[in-house]
């Protein structure tokens, strides 16, 4: 089991990043949150195997 904290830079807001993010961790079985953040970035934390958090990174 893997744990970890994300922020994600750039044009992340407006454009489903968040939606997109949902649907992969449901597919990889992977769980956690994200949200926006003021300064235009989104935050989270996923868990789940190892081999499933890190293909959420690729």
Request: one cysteine or more; proline letters at 2%; aromatic letters at 14%.
């Amino acid at each position: 089991m893997l744990k970890c904290e994300f922020e994600v830079f750039g044009k992340v807001q407006g454009v489903s990043f968040r939606k997109y993010t949902f649907l992969k961790a449901n597919e990889l079985n992977v769980f956690g949150w994200c949200k926006n953040t003021p300064s235009g970035t989104v935050i989270g934390e996923l868990e789940g195997d190892e081999d499933s958090v890190i293909k959420m990174y690729v």
